[in-house]
């Protein structure tokens, strides 16, 4: 892999001119909530140089990535098919109604060389086509030790990923990097017994070889029965082998339940992050905020035959949770969204996000969009909001002013998304406010690090028919995955972007083998201690 010594040798050198000229910067003054001002304005930026770019064949709607040695996997948030989203341009040639959506499997990039990152491949298209048409690869995650990638399907929406009606089925498909990294078979396939939502992988620090996923399984049952999380053995996932061995539904805890409406029909774990030794899962919980969970009997491996339940191991009960709205008044609990809750490495906090679309997808939902708190979890019995970030869009001028017109409100979200988390730093893809660099040094006084805000191509494919019909087509969204010191992220509409951080905090980053934010693999471990 020649060039890339070379380049993190650059990256580390860079980041300590800049990172030794911010020790000398007086500190920002303490404050409630903190508003970056800069990440909204497509074609700007600041602490981020642009070292790399794929545009995916502009087909538009990309989904997560992973990443495996030199190559990066980019899943698709629509399918195989030719329907038109709304406000896709029709093509004359395919017929009045037709928008084929190119390209629609696992794109592969080849990152040997950084600054040219090329396509080489893609894979698994028939499973949205054919039978399996309306099937979105939406969340992969790579399990280094048995080089397998896995990738959950699942239906797409006919409303926000132009996919056409199709049965609600859904499997994580475990490909074969062993064999081909470019072209990986199908090994194995594993039907979670409730639909997967999004997933974090758990790697057991004390006994090598066991790997855990957790799966958010989203649902506004108080069936303690119904699952909401589900936990699986996936070690032995090369044979063919899943075994569910914990689950766990609180939604019967949070009063009124009963009648869905009471949380907007909204009350179920969206996602969940668990801490490096297995012991705690911070659970987003959508209108119901945030939860600590105790998962150290998971970690332990003392699971009882039938499995175990983990309907009572909160460590935070659920009138002790901290509670938030997304506007600046009247909605403390029908207005929460609460998207990703991660652990801060090594220290006792949580870093937590709230994402929401434009009013398209809900009456409730547009300006001022979603946005992050840090969460003091030190005693989980009673974690304590300390600190918030927005962007200037999540401001209440932003609402309703120039810059808030009838489309941005409707078609547009600047919304704070997917985070990575580095000690003392946040990589975090905001939507339209681009990818976000967060200082958490000091956690109750969050700032902005810096910013990176693409120029949009011209054209895609497939517009997103929530995301990226606004008149701002930046939509960063994937968890930021940090490889070889530098910054892999996924932008839905526009592709695949490889950058160098430069501000506060830089050497954090150009020391970084791998982190993600979904996963304990890498230097997980090492920031922890």
């Known amino acids: 892999m020649k060039g890339r010594p070379r380049y993190r040798r650059y990256v580390s050198a860079l980041a300590t001119v800049v990172v030794l000229g911010s020790v000398l910067a007086a500190p920002?003054?303490?404050?409630?909530?903190?508003?970056?001002?800069?990440?909204?304005?497509?074609?700007?930026?600041?602490?981020?140089?642009?070292?790399?770019?794929?545009?995916?064949?502009?087909?538009?709607?990309?989904?997560?990535?992973?990443?495996?040695?030199?190559?990066?996997?980019?899943?698709?948030?629509?399918?195989g098919?030719?329907?038109?989203?709304?406000?896709?341009?029709?093509?004359?040639?395919?017929?009045?109604?037709?928008?084929?959506?190119?390209?629609?499997?696992?794109?592969?990039?080849?990152?040997?060389?950084?600054?040219?990152?090329?396509?080489?491949?893609?894979?698994?298209?028939?499973?949205?086509?054919?039978?399996?048409?309306?099937?979105?690869?939406?969340?992969?995650?790579?399990?280094?030790d048995q080089r397998l990638l896995a990738v959950m399907y699942f239906r797409c929406s006919t409303v926000i990923h132009a996919c056409p009606p199709s049965p609600d089925v859904w499997?994580?498909?475990?490909?074969?990097?062993?064999?081909?990294?470019?072209?990986?078979?199908?090994?194995?396939?594993?039907?979670?017994?409730?639909?997967?939502?999004?997933?974090?992988?758990?790697?057991?620090?004390?006994?090598?070889?066991?790997?855990?996923?957790?799966l958010s399984a989203p649902t506004s049952s108080v069936d303690p029965a119904v699952a909401n999380l589900v936990v699986t053995d996936v070690s032995r996932a090369r044979d063919g082998v899943f075994t569910e061995i914990a689950k766990g539904n609180w939604n019967n805890q949070y009063p009124g339940a009963e009648v869905p409406a009471n949380y907007d029909n909204d009350l179920a774990l969206h996602s969940m992050a668990v801490t490096v030794d297995g012991n705690r899962t911070y659970l987003a919980y959508l209108r119901g905020h945030f939860l600590v969970l105790d998962t150290s009997d998971v970690a332990d491996g003392r699971i009882p035959s039938g499995g175990l339940s983990l309907n009572d191991k909160l460590l935070t009960p659920v009138d002790n949770r901290p509670r938030w709205g997304t506007s600046d008044g009247g909605c403390l609990d029908a207005c929460a969204e609460s998207h990703s809750a991660v652990p801060v490495p090594g220290r006792p906090f949580a870093f937590t996000v709230d994402e929401v679309y434009g009013t398209f997808t809900a009456a409730s939902f547009g300006c001022p969009w979603g946005w992050t708190r840090t969460i003091q979890v030190a005693n989980p019995a009673r974690p304590r909001i300390i600190g918030e970030y927005r962007t200037?869009?999540?401001?209440?001028?932003?609402?309703?002013?120039?810059?808030?017109?009838?489309?941005?409100?409707?078609?547009?979200?600047?919304?704070?998304?997917?985070?990575?988390?580095?000690?003392?730093?946040?990589?975090?893809?905001?939507?339209?406010?681009?990818?976000?660099?967060?200082?958490?040094?000091?956690?109750?006084?969050?700032?902005?690090?810096?910013?990176?805000?693409?120029?949009?191509?011209?054209?895609?494919?497939?517009?997103?028919?929530?995301?990226?019909?606004?008149?701002?087509?930046v939509v960063m969204w994937s968890y930021p995955i940090i490889h070889n010191g530098l910054i892999y992220v996924v932008d839905v509409r526009n592709g695949l972007y490889i950058l160098a951080y430069t501000g506060k905090h830089a050497l954090e980053v150009a020391r970084i083998r791998f982190l993600e934010g979904n996963s304990t693999l890498g230097d997980a471990a090492r920031l922890d201690r």
């Not at 109604?97 to 396509?119: E, K, L, W, Y």
């Not at 072209?183 to 090598?208: C, G, I, N, Q």
């Not at 895609?460 to 929530?466: F, I």
Request: charged share 15%; glycine share 10%.
């Open 392 to 473: 200037v869009p999540n401001t209440r001028e932003f609402c309703g002013s120039a810059g808030d017109d009838a489309a941005t409100e409707q078609f547009t979200s600047y919304s704070s998304h997917n985070p990575t988390l580095t000690r003392n730093l946040v990589i975090m893809a905001w939507h339209s406010s681009g990818l976000q660099a967060i200082d958490i040094a000091d956690p109750a006084d969050p700032t902005q690090a810096g910013w990176f805000s693409p120029q949009p191509l011209d054209t895609v494919a497939t517009e997103d028919p929530a995301l990226s019909r606004g008149p701002n087509k």
């Open 28 to 79: 920002a003054a303490p404050a409630d909530v903190v508003v970056g001002p800069g990440g909204h304005v497509p074609g700007t930026s600041r602490a981020f140089t642009l070292v790399g770019h794929a545009p995916l064949a502009n087909r538009g709607m990309n989904a997560a990535l992973a990443v495996f040695g030199r190559y990066v996997y980019v899943g698709n948030r629509t399918d």
């Open 171 to 214: 499997s994580i498909k475990f490909f074969d990097l062993a064999a081909d990294p470019v072209h990986p078979p199908l090994l194995a396939t594993y039907v979670p017994s409730r639909k997967p939502h999004e997933m974090f992988l758990w790697t057991d620090p004390r006994r090598p070889g066991r790997s855990l996923l957790f």
């Open 81 to 144: 098919s030719s329907r038109c989203g709304v406000g896709d341009p029709r093509i004359p040639i395919g017929g009045p109604d037709s928008c084929p959506h190119v390209s629609p499997g696992i794109q592969v990039v080849d990152t040997v060389n950084p600054f040219r990152p090329a396509v080489v491949g893609e894979f698994g298209a028939e499973f949205a086509t054919g039978a399996n048409l309306g099937q979105t690869s939406r969340e992969m995650r790579v399990l280094p």
